[in-house]
């Protein structure tokens, strides 16, 4: 189901230049493109709390959610574990995933 334009598998598409969408004149490849944005965030340079995250996700979060529903979801689930749990933070994400599908 995840597929470009209900065409072609989004990893099988970077390669296809020429591809059309099934039935039509549009070319795929300005919906698809292997270059990734990329930003850099200085950690040194600011302050950081114990439950401080950073989320990087791809379009498919971002697609969905936006900034202050996914911060509000892990702080959220960060508020109900235990704060001496070492995991917690991967767990926020695994819990978020589970929770999501549901």
């Given at each position: ?48 709390g114990a439950d401080d995250v950073l989320?990087?996700?791809t379009d498919g979060l971002w697609d ?12 959220c689930f960060l508020a109900n574990c ?21």
């Open positions: 189901q995840a597929r470009v334009l209900a065409t072609i598998g989004v990893t099988r598409g970077l390669g296809d230049h020429n591809l059309k969408v099934h039935d039509s004149n549009i070319y795929i490849k300005p919906f698809l493109s292997c270059c990734p944005e990329v930003k850099a965030y200085p950690l040194a340079q600011c302050e950081h989320v990087m996700g969905v959610l936006s900034n202050q529903e996914v911060a509000e979801a892990v702080t235990d704060p001496d749990d070492q995991h917690r933070h991967v767990h926020s994400s695994h819990g978020y995933t589970a929770s999501s599908q549901a």
